[in-house]
């Protein structure tokens, strides 16, 4: 699986902006990949050196559209601790 394919967005919200002043970033991956191939993708896609990944898929949660019911998707993210130092450039607005 190609690296572009691995990762599907980077995950924005306030609780992933705290994260990053650890220099840890998340981004919601493809459900068949595992600890491996994210930070390859990382290191291929944004270069730079990844030193930890941990991946917790995120279950579905009931929503309702007028009188229908129904569930949201199930996905997986990936949270990626970077080397000290290291920043990805696109989330820092540079």
């Given amino acids: 699986m190609r690296a572009d394919q691995v990762i ?3 995950v924005l919200s306030e609780k992933t902006n705290a994260l990053r002043e650890e220099s840890k970033y998340v981004f919601q991956v493809d459900a068949r ?3 491996i191939q994210v930070m390859e993708a990382v290191r291929e896609l944004f270069k730079v050196t990844p030193v930890r990944c941990n991946i917790s898929t995120v279950k ?3 929503r309702r ?3 229908k019911s129904g569930r949201t998707a199930t996905w997986k993210k990936a949270v990626v601790k970077l ?3 290291e920043t990805i450039d696109v989330f820092e607005g540079a």
Avoid: D, E, L, T
Wanted: positive net charge; aromatic residues 6%; without cysteine.
């Fill in 8 to 10: 599907i967005r980077p």
């Fill in 33 to 35: 990949v595992n600890k």
């Fill in 60 to 62: 579905s949660k009931p």
């Fill in 65 to 67: 559209v007028r009188y």
């Fill in 83 to 85: 080397a000290p130092g």
